[in-house]
């Protein structure tokens, strides 16, 4: 009997030890899947190898204050929409993205993108956000997008050349420009080749849409079509045609060997040019001994403007994991990350809360393109960007270049750019 009883004793402690091993087991399993992060996926452009650092560090912040998730850092270095658009439809887009404001409109009504509106709470502080940018990327009253950054374009001036030439203010209005560039423009060997322009001038559609509103015009009509040769567009590309032929005090960056507006300003061969905020610390780093100040784009027709650029994180429909995707896209927005994003001055923040602990709102340099948005122009071209700015550019260049009159050549590049549209749609 004792011998029976010793064995059962055993039998019992053995199959106890079993049961605690397992149940062990089984905790040790269920705690090494719950601290197994969840992977999110986030994709944009590469501007430069400072703004790719930046957000590393930003996302690091964000993973040891959310342990549960792993943020999987992308950068698509070429053909960027191209790569997005193929990636959404083969279902294996990431779960968040950055969106230019240029190529919203198409998107977000493509349903692809997860409207944010049921992930914002009051706490999150909505109306925090410069009204113009958000609305930027709503349609249909949904939220698409929040703004991770802006710029807005103002006016750089030389002021050792503004000296040198007896102006002490900036142009406020653009005749005041057109004939302070005459005073600036330089020919030291009176041999007619310019040392130094006036103004420098980018044909762009992205740097002439507010001259072509400031006449009434408009880029494209309710219809998406291109409507930018317009009487009322005509008359404010012409000032700019008017400069480039008529006074010669501007001049295009290929008119003087450089590849922008920021660099031909920095190697002093024209004394003012139209940039963004991007352009400060370009302008530091690279041309540190330049003397500049920033001043309001100069009012047309009696009217400011300027454009805004801006970028939003998205959030891919399909992803499987809309909380940690939203957590991300919260945390990159809030106060805490923007202000971490922006507070190197790289690039602005588009809450304007943040604007104001970071002193852009004051700052001497920074404070005009806050001030700008107030009156900016989304730069924005309808659901087909691509056909509009194009065909755009190839034309307007030619009509500076006195290839053709201004009038015909926006005239065939409005109609080449709504024949396009048409064969997409």
Not at 70 to 95: C, F, H, N
Not at 386 to 413: C, E, G, H, W, Y
Request: with cysteine.
């Amino acid at each position: 009997m004792n011998t029976k009883r010793a064995f059962q004793f055993l039998v019992s402690l053995i199959a106890i030890a079993i049961l605690i091993i397992g149940c062990h087991s089984i905790v040790q399993h269920s705690a090494s899947t719950g601290s197994t992060p969840v992977v999110i996926k986030l994709s944009g452009w590469g501007s430069s190898p400072v703004e790719e650092e930046l957000l590393k560090k930003v996302l690091k912040e964000f993973e040891v204050k959310h342990p549960h998730i792993k943020v999987k850092y992308e950068v698509i270095s070429d053909q960027y929409m191209d790569v997005i658009k193929t990636r959404l439809i083969g279902e294996a887009a990431p779960d968040v993205f950055y969106l230019d404001s240029l190529d919203a409109p198409l998107l977000m009504s493509q349903n692809v993108l997860e409207p944010l509106d049921k992930y914002i709470t009051p706490t999150f502080n909505l109306a925090d956000f410069e009204e113009t940018l958000l609305n930027t990327f709503k349609y249909q009253n949904h939220i698409y997008g929040l703004p991770k950054d802006f710029s807005t374009l103002a006016l750089f001036y030389n002021k050792k050349a503004f000296t040198a030439a007896g102006l002490t203010t900036p142009p406020s209005t653009w005749d005041e420009l057109r004939a302070y560039s005459q005073k600036l423009t330089i020919d030291t060997n009176k041999d007619g080749r310019i040392d130094q322009y006036g103004f420098g001038e980018t044909s762009e559609l992205a740097r002439q849409a507010y001259k072509i509103k400031s006449f009434g015009g408009q880029i494209v009509d309710k219809n998406g079509y291109a409507t930018f040769a317009s009487p009322a567009g005509l008359q404010g590309l012409q000032l700019v045609v008017d400069q480039y032929q008529k006074d010669r005090s501007s001049a295009q960056n290929s008119d003087v060997g450089t590849n922008s507006g920021s660099e031909m300003f920095g190697q002093g061969k024209v004394g003012m040019v139209i940039e963004g905020n991007w352009a400060i610390l370009y302008l530091k780093q690279t041309f540190p001994q330049i003397e500049f100040a920033i001043a309001e784009v100069p009012s047309i027709n009696n009217k400011k403007g300027t454009m805004v650029f801006t970028v939003a994180y998205v959030m891919n429909k399909q992803t499987k994991n809309k909380a940690e995707a939203w957590e991300l896209i919260s945390f990159l927005t809030g106060k805490e990350g923007m202000k971490r994003w922006t507070e190197s001055g790289f690039t602005l923040p588009t809450r304007k809360s943040v604007a104001k602990i970071l002193g852009y709102d004051q700052d001497p340099l920074r404070s005009t393109f806050v001030t700008g948005i107030d009156y900016a122009m989304p730069w924005q071209a309808g659901n087909y960007p691509a056909a509009i700015t194009n065909n755009f550019d190839n034309q307007f260049v030619s009509a500076m270049l006195k290839q053709q009159p201004l009038k015909q050549a926006m005239l065939r590049a409005q109609q080449q750019a709504n024949t396009q549209i048409q064969l997409m749609e």
